[in-house]
């Protein structure tokens, strides 16, 4: 097979990155991944083909898009405390704990208002105050899920092994299989549940445990929102563990192992008002916000806590660049982009864009082959040590913020109006007069928006008169 045709041949499945450098290099922004007629012409970090299908461009064009919905599964399995030593001894006690203990309501408008942000070509949200994911670090701090071990759907010897009545054994079995496919590996049906992970949930609790539950978790997620940002049907929903990214943005962001979910408030109000508000509130986050909570496990209330030893025990893996494996699907983690969040120097990320590369599936019997490169890849992980580098120094940040407004789309709503505030006619009923009027609220981030170009137009001319 020549290259060309393996390149035809790319599949739906693969989280392809261009990892030889040379290869396809953008002459704008000089990132490897696309070339600059694959690139968007107005914002050339961001891919074309992605571009024609995203949400965020018809946002910023004025169209209203529907909220998705979050699929989560209504049914339930109730918890016997006889299962605690076989849940314990597979290593996901904790997560059972928080789960049986009351789960706060999902809130579309919020998931939505990140949906919209996040990029596939970088697996990053796009904002004004720089990038930002879901690492392998809040997945271990807020859900307490290991990161290292197998990949789900590697072979591992084993046989099962009985720890007490067989029958408590058996529903333990199934409360587990219920617990993870619900959870933190939830399909998109709503009321069934994933038997690909039947299989591992066969063999002894021991095994069980030394699986990388973290990084299957994560990559599950990552597709679930390449996927949901394309999606703009009253319809369409989102999937995935929607509770690490409903809990992630918020400064006070806290492993769940500490604090429990069900003390969480009850989000009230009409979604689509909560979404428009959402949507202008992270355009106006800028970096130099005290809100913009980068670092929030470093906090001594956490620090000084008795979390789970799950937690931190692969603190050396937050920082790997590492393809993120659940059976068919794989997807990257590239902290690189988002060093701020580790509370590094964060420079122009070196790291490959993810190409649209998306047809077809492969069947779950070839998949190891196919995917031999990234199971190498992830057997051959590289530990990063989370001190090292240079810490953050403002003035890199700064620098890498330039490059990323010049390249990517980081507001979604256009500002109210490009003309010169001094010649704007002030007996003139515009849109936010007549909106006003109405008793309606308008928008804040288009009127923040040219308030602020305009004092920068402003500025600039006074400091012309003065010289």
């Known amino acids: ?27 704008t922004c000089h990132t490897f991944g696309h070339n600059s007629r694959m690139a968007d012409p107005q914002y050339h970090l961001l891919d074309a083909a992605y571009e024609a299908k995203h949400r965020a461009p018809r946002i910023a064009a004025g169209e209203d898009m529907p909220p998705l919905r979050g699929h989560i599964h209504t049914q339930h399995l109730s918890w016997d ?12 006690l904790h997560l059972a704990r928080v789960v049986t203990s009351r789960l706060p309501p999902l809130d579309p408008a919020l998931l939505t208002t990140l949906v919209d942000r996040w990029r596939p070509e970088t697996h990053t949200f796009h904002l004004s105050c720089g990038e930002k994911t879901i690492t392998l670090e809040d997945t271990a701090m807020v859900l307490g899920l290991p990161i290292d071990g197998g990949r789900p759907g590697s072979p591992r010897g084993g046989s099962i092994t009985t720890l007490g009545s067989v029958e408590v054994e058996r529903h333990a079995r199934a409360w587990l299989w219920f617990l993870l496919a619900c959870f933190p590996l939830p399909d998109s049906s709503g009321d069934t549940v994933d038997s690909a992970l039947l299989p591992i949930l066969d063999r002894p609790w021991a095994t069980i445990a030394t699986f990388s539950w973290g990084t299957a978790t994560l990559g599950h997620l990552y597709r679930q929102l390449c996927e949901a940002c394309q999606r703009r049907k009253m319809s369409s929903s989102i999937n995935g563990c929607l509770y690490l990214l409903q ?6 962001c806290r492993p769940i192992v500490l604090w429990l979910w069900g003390d969480v408030e009850v989000v009230t109000g009409r ?12 355009d106006c986050v800028t970096h130099r916000l005290i809100l913009v909570e980068w670092t929030p496990y470093s906090r001594d209330e956490i620090e000084e806590a ?33 060093l701020r969040q580790l509370g590094r120097r964060q420079v122009v990320p070196p790291h490959t864009l993810h190409r649209k590369k998306r047809q077809g599936r492969y069947s779950d ?18 530990r990063v040590p989370v001190e090292h580098g240079e810490a953050h120094e403002e003035d890199y940040f700064v620098e890498y913020l330039c490059w990323l407004q010049a390249h ?60």
């Open 1 to 27: 097979m020549n290259a060309c045709t393996r390149s035809r041949q790319e599949k739906y499945n693969t989280g392809d990155f261009n990892d030889v450098p040379g290869k396809v290099q953008c002459s």
């Open 81 to 92: 405390e006889r299962y605690a030593p076989f849940i314990q001894e597979a290593g996901l």
């Open 247 to 252: 809990d992630w943005p918020f400064e006070d």
């Open 271 to 282: 979604i689509d008002g909560r979404y428009k508000r959402y949507t202008n509130a992270l």
């Open 306 to 338: 008795e979390l789970s030893p799950l937690c931190k025990r692969d603190e050396d893996l937050w920082r790997a660049v590492v393809p993120l494996i659940y059976f068919v699907v794989v997807e990257y983690h590239i902290p690189t982009r988002v």
């Open 365 to 382: 019997t070839d998949w190891c082959i196919t995917h031999v490169v990234y199971t190498q890849r992830w057997d051959t992980r590289e």
């Open 408 to 467: 990517a789309r980081v507001r979604l709503r256009p500002t109210v109006d490009h003309w010169p505030i001094c010649e704007v006619d002030s007996d003139k009923s515009d849109k936010y007069d007549n909106r006003t009027r109405r008793g309606r609220q308008p928008e804040r981030t288009p009127i923040e928006d040219y308030v602020g170009q305009q004092l920068a137009w402003l500025t600039n001319e006074a400091g012309s008169v003065l010289t």
